[in-house]
């Protein structure tokens, strides 16, 4: 599975935190991430990450890839705090609700996917969004 990771900046070492403990999970996946989140958890956890651009040019690119089939599940821990976030947390929250992607915008949420990803049960992705070679 394809797993994009973004956070607001309040929130970047719970993400950081968050794949430290499940990196064995997130181990068997490809990670893309925005460029900062993607380089703290890289360094932290050892896992390739992807990056993609710094801020909403990077959420911009995740959500072309949401909207290309290219993504299987988003982990975006936003900062309740951080009003001007909301609107990249809605954007993304959209795109996943209209491509059918499982997202998460909180550790908790997140927890509850990530066991569901090691139990298999995010496989129906495969089925009803086939990947093209």
């Known amino acids: 599975m394809n797993i994009a990771l973004m956070s607001d900046d309040g929130k970047k070492e719970l993400m950081v935190q968050f794949c430290i403990a ?3 999970i997130l181990a068997g996946h490809s990670i893309c991430a925005t460029n900062t989140t993607g380089k703290l958890v890289s360094e932290a956890t050892g896992l390739p990450v992807s990056l993609c651009l710094h801020g909403k040019q990077g959420t911009q690119q995740i959500g072309a890839r ?3 089939n290219e993504i299987d599940l988003v982990l975006f821990f936003c900062d309740p705090s951080n009003q001007e976030g909301f ?6 929250a959209r795109l996943c609700d209209q491509y059918l992607i ?3 915008t ?3 949420t997140a927890e509850v996917l990530i066991h569901g990803l090691r139990r298999g049960d995010l496989d129906w992705r495969d089925i009803v969004n086939p990947k093209k070679n």
Do not use: F, T
């Open 66 to 68: 949401i909207a290309y």
């Open 22 to 24: 499940y990196c064995g």
């Open 106 to 108: 909180n550790a908790a």
């Open 87 to 92: 609107e990249s947390v809605n954007r993304i």
């Open 102 to 104: 499982p997202m998460a």
